[in-house]
């Protein structure tokens, strides 16, 4: 049903394309919640603005709030705006994401649908720093890493794909590196959708191991090559037999 109900976004009448285009976002996006992103990382101690449980005063930070507070005006004492203030307080690393399509070869049914259920997870696990790459022979960034964009609206558009060319990884893996270096995140992982069998010229493993955390998603039976490059790099692979598997996929690569 979800492969049919991908084929229909490309439908010729309007209104059924229309339909087809809002029903499978909604549907896509529910399927893809399995909980959020557990941060992982060692915390540090930060300056940040003032909370009760926040953490211990930071003065330095505080003084300009603390001297304006104990100022007299009309001759009462001024109270201390808690909004001037600043505690130092252990901050967790945050995580984002970058996820990596294979539009090449067939793209249509099932691959598209697993596609668009891949996009909607990723929207879901880290809705503020997250970023969608397409690729085949170009890279095409359907949501960059620092600009917002509604998750409906990702999913519809990873939904227009259609499959054709070659197989740049290596490309898509550079393109990846260069999105999440634009995150401030604590754990910056590339998801890569794939089978991971390049046609275009370039150093797959290089571009691979110059990435922080990969993780492979490969599909089910057609995963040798996905295989062989996780094990030379070290990256975590799964693979999937179709839309329904790739949320659970992601959430057992994560957690």
């Given at each position: 049903?979800?492969?049919?109900?991908?084929?229909?976004?490309?439908?010729?009448?309007?209104?059924?394309?229309?339909?087809?285009?809002?029903?499978?976002?909604?549907?896509?996006?529910?399927?893809?919640?399995?909980?959020?992103?557990?941060?992982?990382?060692?915390?540090?101690?930060?300056?940040?603005?003032?909370?009760?449980?926040?953490?211990?005063?930071?003065?330095?930070?505080?003084?300009?709030?603390?001297?304006?507070?104990?100022?007299?005006?009309?001759?009462?004492?001024?109270?201390?705006?808690?909004?001037?203030?600043?505690?130092?307080?252990?901050?967790?690393?945050?995580t984002?994401?970058c996820?990596?399509?294979?539009?090449?070869?067939?793209?249509?049914?099932?691959?598209?649908?697993?596609?668009?259920?891949?996009?909607?997870?990723?929207?879901?696990?880290?809705?503020?720093?997250?970023?969608?790459?397409?690729?085949?022979?170009?890279?095409?960034?359907?949501?960059?890493?620092?600009?917002?964009?509604?998750?409906?609206?990702v999913?519809?558009?990873?939904?227009?794909?259609?499959?054709?060319?070659?197989?740049?990884?290596?490309?898509?893996?550079?393109?990846?590196?260069?999105?999440?270096?634009?995150?401030?995140?604590?754990?910056?992982?590339?998801?890569?959708l794939?089978?991971?069998?390049?046609?275009?010229?370039?150093?797959?493993?290089?571009?691979?191991?110059?990435?922080?955390?990969?993780?492979?998603?490969?599909?089910?039976?057609?995963?040798?090559?996905?295989?062989?490059?996780?094990?030379?790099?070290?990256?975590?692979?799964?693979?999937?037999?179709?839309?329904?598997?790739v949320?659970?996929?992601?959430?057992?690569?994560?957690?």
């Amino acid at each position: 049903m979800m492969a049919m109900l991908a084929d229909l976004t490309a439908a010729t009448d309007p209104r059924l394309r229309a339909l087809a285009q809002r029903l499978a976002a909604q549907l896509f996006l529910d399927v893809s919640k399995r909980g959020p992103v557990k941060p992982r990382g060692i915390g540090k101690i930060v300056s940040q603005p003032y909370s009760p449980d926040g953490g211990d005063l930071d003065i330095d930070s505080s003084l300009e709030a603390i001297a304006l507070g104990g100022s007299v005006a009309s001759g009462r004492r001024r109270a201390i705006d808690p909004e001037g203030l600043h505690v130092r307080g252990w901050s967790k690393p945050g995580t984002a994401l970058c996820l990596m399509v294979d539009r090449s070869g067939s793209m249509g049914g099932k691959p598209l649908a697993t596609s668009a259920v891949a996009a909607a997870a990723v929207a879901w696990r880290a809705p503020a720093d997250y970023s969608v790459l397409a690729f085949g022979k170009d890279i095409v960034v359907a949501k960059s890493q620092d600009v917002y964009k509604d998750s409906e609206k990702v999913v519809n558009d990873v939904l227009t794909l259609r499959g054709f060319g070659t197989t740049d990884v290596a490309g898509a893996l550079q393109v990846a590196q260069l999105q999440l270096m634009r995150s401030r995140a604590g754990r910056r992982i590339a998801v890569l959708l794939s089978d991971c069998r390049a046609t275009v010229d370039g150093d797959v493993r290089a571009a691979a191991a110059a990435l922080d955390e990969l993780l492979i998603i490969a599909p089910a039976g057609d995963s040798d090559e996905a295989e062989q490059l996780a094990a030379s790099v070290g990256a975590r692979l799964r693979t999937v037999a179709g839309p329904t598997d790739v949320a659970g996929a992601l959430a057992e690569l994560l957690d």
